[in-house]
Every structure is written in C-alpha cells, then in structure tokens.
C-alpha cells in the first residue's frame, strides 16, 4: 500500500458488531463441522445441505453488510456531495456480491 492508498472504515455499533461475529463464529462452527463430516466419509448430500445452510448463512451477513453499508456509508455520501462515486462503488459491490447468489 503506497502514502495515496486510504483505509476506509465503518463505525458500528457494539451490538452490531456483536451479532455479525456471532454469526460468522457459527458459520466457522458449521465448517468445521463439515470437515469433520468429511474426515468420517458422510454421505455426500448431508455434506452438500451443510454448504447449502452456510452458503445461506454468509448471504444473510453480506445482505446484512449491504444494508447497512447502503443506509449510512451510502447516504452519507450523497448527502457530502460525492453520492455518484458512492453509488458507483455500491454497484460494483452488487455485481461481485450476486455473483455468489
């Protein structure tokens, strides 16, 4: 990262912090649940539905992350004037995140 390259952040608060971390350590439960599976030679469609619940699991946290980023980062921007550079961020971000749809 060179002296021009900025660190973006997002301040949230301490409970959303709390329930996006909670999730994402379940999440990280349910993978290891599914190597474990996979060390014990599961069946292949019991293995297959656990992805299927963490795949909706991570969704449900990008969506999360999307509305929130829309609502404030977002609207903030436009509200600063620089609303067309925010939205055309937002926009890639919908094109990469849908991707995993």
């Known amino acids: 990262m060179n002296n021009t390259d900025e660190i973006k952040v997002t301040h949230r608060s301490s409970k ?6 909670n999730r994402l350590k379940r999440i990280e439960g349910q993978v ?3 190597q474990s599976m ?3 030679d599961r069946y292949c ?12 699991a991570m969704n449900k946290v990008g ?3 999307l509305e929130k980023h829309t609502q404030h980062c977002v609207a903030d921007a436009v509200k600063d ?7 055309q961020e ?4 919908f ?6 749809l």
Do not use: P, Y
Not at 16 to 21: A, R, T
Not at 95 to 100: D, H
């Open 81 to 87: 004037g620089d609303g067309e550079s925010a939205i």
């Open 63 to 65: 969506l999360q992350l």
């Open 90 to 93: 937002l926009m890639e971000v």
């Open 45 to 56: 469609v019991d293995i297959l539905t656990q992805i299927s619940a963490i795949n909706a």
């Open 16 to 21: 959303e912090k709390e329930q996006l971390i």
């Open 95 to 100: 094109k990469r995140f849908s991707k995993s």
């Open 32 to 34: 290891r649940g599914i």
């Open 38 to 40: 996979i060390e014990n």
